[in-house]
């Protein structure tokens, strides 16, 4: 397949569908229960509308960003995603060298299949999400293998105390731990080249992927229970732990999963260098808020110098210019860019990238400012019935 003909995220997530089993597409795709909070994070961005300005002379436009003094070439990074191994062989490595190759953010997930150390001495510079216990013994080893990896930025989840009310997934009889059911084998059938490039491949080259990172070492494989359970003593985790946290851990530390004001301002209380705004991408409490809902109200309590992040529902070029004009400083992408890698690896992955670096430029253009900071709420007119 051609990427050329590939032109927007639209087209790359068809082409995904198209290779991958209906029951591992499902997983990807899909939230919980009803998925009001799914729809809720992009209908939130559907109700912003821009308020272009005309000739301001904008031959030469920049949408370059600083965070915590390292420089990135746009305000878009790649959003932490699990069992991507599902999708793509060793599909980790290729989202994290597409982002890197383009000098952008991206963040690993604790519950990827592809070793930080492996990926961090290849590519570099990435970020790590934790899916972490309330359990100061256990925290204090993954923290200990962070630093030997020289991790420079923590992203710790808040969101997942307990597992979601995932349906769809149990009706496709997809559930973590992964088991070979006969409703995948006969989808495998079907898909025969997803059979051979991504579950052939990879049981050949790499055995059963494992849990490579939820904890202070490589842990089982993704068809059995992971020694502390997969969401093993999350629902202990409290703001304490943040503390705890950062006293021991000299980079940057983030929260990922903050919806409620009350809760970025404790971050901003306990030492935190940002947060992520973001309800998982609609996969765990349905009814959430949009995320840019949550950053239309959050942005204006905390410090100005606070760094504040979101990723949930975002599909386009104007989509990130939204978020930037609420006051986002970095806005994430998560299912776009695995779309790309299930097409094509780590070409895919950045032609997805390359695709909305291009959509902001020329949105930047047709909106009439020159830099993506420039862009503040002059730019845009909210829905008054979104709240």
Known sequence: MKLDALLSVADFQRAAKRRLPNVVYSYVIGGTEDEIALNASRDGIHRIRFTPRGLAGIANRSQKTTLWGRDYSSVIGVAPMGLTAICRRQCDMALAQAARSRGLPFVLSGASTVPLEDIQK???????QGYFPGDTERLGRIIDRLKRAEIEVLVITSDTPVAANRENNERNGFMVPFRLRPKLMLDGVLHPRWSYEVFYKTLR???????????????????QEPAHGFRGGRDKLTWDHMEWIRERWEGKMVIKGILHPEDALEAVRRGMDGIIISNHGGRQLDSAVSPIGALRRIRPLVPESFVVMIDGG???????IKAMALGADMVFMGRPVLYGATVAGDRGAGRVLDIIQTEIDRDMALMGCANIHDIDVNYVELDPAYQ
């Open 122 to 128: 290849q590519v570099g510079g990435i970020w790590y």
């Open 205 to 223: 080259h790499d055995g059963i992927p494992r849990f490579a990172n939820l904890a202070d070492q490589i842990g089982s494989p993704i068809n």
């Open 314 to 320: 975002f599909r386009r070029g104007g989509d990130v």
